[in-house]
């Protein structure tokens, strides 16, 4: 497609529960990015994938926190024992490299945890 | 990262020209000078970046102070399209982009 897709667009699921987010990046990019952002805040830096390898998950913010990338293109996002803190916006971008400009964002995923 | 502080939030009238200011005081001589904006309920998208030299492109300039230590997004004439939170991020490329709070414009029509 043509920019970065992120499913689902929104999501309700009780507290302790397992959810998994996906992100479909630009055809050919490889590097990956997750975010989140709460309300008012900018988006948070999660973890950051090079192809299939994670590069930098010095962002998760614990080990409930997980994230796979297996074939270098489609990356998802796994939350075992959903809090309600863990309620958010998770954003996920993809660029051609790991430069810093180029990013191109998907819309997120709105988590609500109740 | 070197740290920023822009205005939490700036105000301008429709066809006006807006100049949105960035300190980055702690910047490194490798960082580039990059800006994001995010519209309501969207990720963050590219504007522009730069090093030392004003940059311009087809959706704002950039103008970067001598020393580095601030710089300054330029929209030439503001549209309610423009409305939206514009952050600016020091960044070598070795790491992934860093975003503080930015800051937020109105435009009035």
């Known amino acids: 497609g043509a920019g970065v897709s992120q499913t689902p667009s929104n999501k309700v699921t009780e507290k302790g529960k397992y959810v998994e987010l996906r992100c479909d990046p630009i055809?050919?990019?490889?590097?990956l990015y997750w975010y989140r952002q709460s309300l008012g805040q900018g988006p948070e830096f999660l973890i950051y994938?090079?192809?299939?390898?994670?590069?930098?998950d010095s962002g998760l913010p614990n080990d409930r926190f997980f994230a796979v990338r297996p074939e270098g293109s489609v990356s998802t996002l796994k939350i075992q024992r959903t809090e309600r803190g863990d309620s958010a916006v998770y954003l996920c971008?993809?660029?051609?490299?790991?430069?810093?400009?180029?990013?191109?964002f998907g819309s997120g995923t709105r988590l609500t945890v109740v | 990262d070197a740290k920023t502080t822009q205005p939490n939030s700036m105000e301008s009238n429709e066809e006006e020209p807006v100049h949105l200011p960035c300190n980055h005081s702690?910047?490194?001589?490798?960082?580039?000078i990059h800006w994001y904006r995010q519209l309501p309920s969207q990720g963050p998208e590219y504007v522009i970046h730069?090093?030392?030299s004003n940059v311009n492109n087809r959706m704002a300039s950039l103008a970067i102070a001598e020393d580095r230590k601030s710089s300054t997004l330029i929209l030439h004439r503001a549209t309610l399209r423009d409305a939206a939170v514009y952050y600016c991020i020091p960044n070598s490329g070795n790491t992934p982009l860093v975003f503080g709070k930015g800051t937020r414009l109105s435009v009035i029509a």
């Open positions: 971008a993809s660029s051609l490299s790991a430069e810093g400009y180029g990013y191109t």
């Open positions: 702690t910047i490194s001589g490798t960082d580039y």
């Open positions: 994938f090079q192809g299939t390898g994670a590069a930098d």
């Open positions: 730069g090093l030392t």
């Open positions: 055809s050919g990019h490889t590097a």
